[in-house]
């Protein structure tokens, strides 16, 4: 089955840590750029980060720089998202797809909640 996969969230205090993960099955998640998107309650969704095909990221949303890193194993075929110092203003859900535009295959997204 062909399916893009997002796993980690949960509930953490502020300034703490989560590590969300993009798992493929299907097909081989290195041959994407690979973006990472929220959507809060009542707002629009915001484009977090692109990662590459080589490994590099851009960053979209000036908040995450500095806090937010992600990476790959290919031979897992998984994206991963490390958020660090977390806020509750990153609370939301948060997607993966196999873009930077939110037109590719795309998972059914993990929520994530900062409050103390």
């Known amino acids: 089955q062909v399916q893009l996969v997002e796993s980690g969230g949960g509930l953490v205090q502020p300034g703490g840590s989560l590590r969300l993960s993009c798992a493929a099955s299907g097909f081989r998640l290195d041959y994407y750029a690979v973006g990472w998107f929220r959507q809060a309650p009542g707002k629009e969704r915001e484009r977090i980060l692109c990662l590459t095909t080589y490994d590099n990221s851009i960053y979209y949303l000036d908040s995450a720089e500095g806090r937010f890193t992600a990476s790959r194993n290919n031979t897992k075929d998984t994206v991963y998202l490390q958020m660090d110092s977390l806020k509750p203003e990153d609370t939301a859900i948060y997607y993966c797809?196999?873009?930077?535009?939110?037109?590719?295959?795309r998972g059914q997204g993990t929520q994530v909640d900062v409050s103390s």
């Open positions: 797809a196999t873009d930077c535009q939110w037109s590719g295959r």
